[in-house]
C-alpha cells in the first residue's frame, strides 16, 4: 500500500472537503488520503463505480494542491473514438487528418503547470496508452501530424469504473502504465457502503433542486428516506441525486413522500439486490452484472440467470436514465459496445 495511504500517529480521520457531501467513516478516509496527496505532484488513480463522485475528488485534489489556480481540465476517455481522443489528448497540426483545417492546441498543453483528469482512462487503447505513457515518463509528446516536440508540466489523475489489474491479465491494458498511473490508489466507496451519509446527501440536492426549481421541499417522509437507504444505488450518488431532482420537481406539496420515488426505491416488482441475494452479496452481484453485459446470448431458463438479467435490466434502465436516454454515452458507461447495448434493450424491454 502506498505510504499515502498509511495513517501514522499525528493524522486523524478528514472532515468533509468542500463541495463534496459525506461525513461518515468511509468517506472520511477518501478526504484524509486526498489532502495527503495533494500536497505532491504525484500520479493519483481513483478506482470506483460510476456516479460515486470520481471527478469532485479529482477536482479537490487540484484546488488543494500548489497548482490551484492554474488549469484544470477534464477529458472523458470513453465519449470519443481512438481517433478523436487521441488529437483531443495531445492536438493536430493543420493537414494532419481529413476536417484539420486549423492547428489545434491538445488537452495536455492547455494543462500545462495544471491538472488534467482522464476519467474512464480503462477506455483508452493500446496505441493511446503508448502515447499516455511517455508523457507520464518524459513529459513531452508530440501533436498528431507534428514532429517537433512539445514539452509539458502537467499533473496526471486519472479515473477507472474497473479493476485495471483485470484489464492488464486480460491485456486490454497496458501494465507499465498501470503501475505509472497507480502511484496513489483512491478507491472512492459506492453508495451502498455509505449509507450513513444518504441523509445528508438528499438534504444537499432536497436544498439546491428546490432553489434552482423555485420550489419549497423542505420535509421527507420518513418511509421515503427508509426506502432511500435500503436501496443498493447501482448508479451511486448520480442515481440518488437525480431520483431527488425528479420528486422535487413533481411534489404538490412541501414533503418528499415516498410515492415520488421510482417503484424500484421503493420496493415494488424489481426486487433489490438485498431482497434477492443478501445484504453482503451486493457488491458481487452488481459486479456479475457488469460481467454478463459483455455476453448478449440468450440466458437459461435458470433461479441464477433470472436473478442476473433482473438486475441487468434494472442496471441499463439506471445508465440510461442517468444518461439521458443518450445510448452512446451509456454504453460508454456500462463498458460494452452500442450494438450490444441496442440488443439488451430491445431484449429487456427498455428501448423508447
Given at each position: 500500500?502506498?505510504?499515502?495511504?498509511?495513517?501514522?500517529?499525528?493524522?486523524?480521520?478528514?472532515?468533509p472537503i468542500?463541495?463534496?457531501?459525506?461525513?461518515?467513516?468511509?468517506?472520511?478516509?477518501?478526504?484524509?488520503?486526498?489532502?495527503?496527496?495533494?500536497?505532491?505532484?504525484?500520479?493519483?488513480?481513483?478506482?470506483?463505480?460510476?456516479?460515486t463522485?470520481?471527478?469532485?475528488?479529482?477536482?479537490?485534489?487540484?484546488q488543494?494542491?500548489?497548482?490551484?489556480?492554474?488549469?484544470?481540465?477534464?477529458?472523458?476517455?470513453?465519449?470519443?473514438?481512438?481517433?478523436?481522443l487521441?488529437?483531443?489528448?495531445?492536438?493536430?497540426?493543420?493537414?494532419?487528418?481529413?476536417?484539420?483545417?486549423?492547428?489545434?492546441?491538445?488537452?495536455?498543453?492547455?494543462?500545462?503547470?495544471?491538472?488534467?483528469?482522464?476519467?474512464?482512462?480503462?477506455?483508452?487503447?493500446?496505441?493511446?496508452?503508448?502515447?499516455?505513457?511517455?508523457?507520464?515518463?518524459?513529459?513531452?509528446?508530440?501533436?498528431?501530424?507534428?514532429?517537433?516536440?512539445?514539452?509539458?508540466?502537467t499533473?496526471?489523475?486519472?479515473?477507472?469504473?474497473?479493476?485495471?489489474?483485470?484489464?492488464?491479465?486480460?491485456?486490454?491494458?497496458?501494465?507499465?502504465?498501470?503501475?505509472?498511473?497507480?502511484?496513489?490508489?483512491?478507491?472512492?466507496?459506492?453508495?451502498?457502503?455509505?449509507?450513513?451519509?444518504?441523509p445528508?446527501?438528499?438534504?444537499?440536492?432536497?436544498?439546491?433542486?428546490?432553489e434552482?426549481?423555485d420550489?419549497?421541499?423542505?420535509?421527507?417522509?420518513?418511509?421515503?428516506?427508509?426506502?432511500?437507504?435500503?436501496?443498493?444505488?447501482?448508479?451511486?450518488?448520480?442515481?440518488?441525486?437525480?431520483?431527488?431532482?425528479?420528486?422535487?420537481?413533481?411534489?404538490?406539496?412541501?414533503?418528499?413522500?415516498?410515492?415520488?420515488?421510482?417503484?424500484?426505491?421503493?420496493?415494488?416488482?424489481?426486487?433489490?439486490?438485498?431482497?434477492?441475494?443478501?445484504?453482503?452479496?451486493?457488491?458481487?452481484?452488481?459486479?456479475?452484472?457488469?460481467?454478463?453485459?459483455?455476453?448478449?446470448?440468450?440466458?437459461?431458463?435458470?433461479?441464477?440467470?433470472?436473478?442476473?438479467?433482473?438486475?441487468?435490466?434494472?442496471?441499463?434502465?439506471?445508465?440510461?436514465?442517468?444518461?439521458?436516454?443518450?445510448?452512446t454515452?451509456?454504453?460508454?458507461?456500462?463498458?460494452?459496445?452500442?450494438?450490444?447495448?441496442?440488443?439488451?434493450?430491445?431484449?429487456?424491454?427498455?428501448?423508447?
Open positions: 500500500m502506498s505510504s499515502f495511504g498509511q495513517l501514522n500517529n499525528s493524522e486523524t480521520l478528514g472532515p468542500t463541495g463534496i457531501i459525506g461525513s461518515g467513516p468511509a468517506m472520511q478516509e477518501v478526504y484524509r488520503i486526498t489532502r495527503r496527496v495533494a500536497r505532491s505532484n504525484a500520479s493519483v488513480l481513483l478506482l470506483g463505480e460510476t456516479g463522485g470520481k471527478e469532485l475528488i479529482a477536482n479537490a485534489i487540484h488543494l494542491s500548489d497548482r490551484h489556480g492554474r488549469p484544470f481540465v477534464k477529458v472523458n476517455c470513453g465519449a470519443l473514438s481512438e481517433s478523436l487521441e488529437s483531443e489528448l495531445f492536438g493536430h497540426v493543420r493537414g494532419s487528418f481529413t476536417g484539420a483545417v486549423n492547428n489545434r492546441t491538445g488537452r495536455f498543453e492547455a494543462a500545462h503547470t495544471g491538472t488534467i483528469f482522464l476519467d474512464e482512462i480503462n477506455s483508452t487503447t493500446m496505441h493511446l496508452q503508448v502515447k499516455l505513457l511517455r508523457v507520464l515518463q518524459e513529459r513531452e509528446f508530440e501533436r498528431v501530424g507534428d514532429t517537433q516536440t512539445v514539452r509539458v508540466d499533473r496526471v489523475i486519472a479515473a477507472s469504473n474497473r479493476n485495471l489489474m483485470d484489464q492488464v491479465e486480460a491485456e486490454k491494458f497496458r501494465e507499465d502504465l498501470y503501475w505509472r498511473l497507480n502511484v496513489v490508489p483512491i478507491p472512492i466507496p459506492p453508495l451502498r457502503d455509505r449509507r450513513e451519509d444518504i445528508e446527501l438528499v438534504a444537499h440536492f432536497l436544498n439546491a433542486y428546490s434552482a426549481n420550489r419549497f421541499v423542505v420535509h421527507i417522509d420518513p418511509q421515503a428516506m427508509q426506502a432511500m437507504q435500503d436501496y443498493h444505488w447501482p448508479g451511486n450518488v448520480r442515481e440518488l441525486q437525480n431520483y431527488v431532482e425528479r420528486a422535487v420537481v413533481m411534489a404538490e406539496s412541501d414533503e418528499l413522500a415516498l410515492s415520488l420515488l421510482p417503484e424500484v426505491v421503493r420496493g415494488g416488482k424489481e426486487q433489490r439486490a438485498s431482497q434477492l441475494r443478501g445484504a453482503d452479496m451486493e457488491s458481487l452481484t452488481y459486479e456479475m452484472v457488469q460481467q454478463g453485459l459483455a455476453n448478449a446470448g440468450p440466458s437459461e431458463d435458470s433461479l441464477h440467470n433470472k436473478i442476473v438479467n433482473r438486475l441487468e435490466r434494472e442496471l441499463i434502465a439506471q445508465v440510461m436514465l442517468s444518461c439521458n436516454n443518450v445510448q454515452k451509456a454504453a460508454a458507461k456500462l463498458g460494452i459496445n452500442r450494438n450490444t447495448l441496442h440488443k439488451k434493450l430491445k431484449e429487456h424491454n427498455l428501448e423508447l
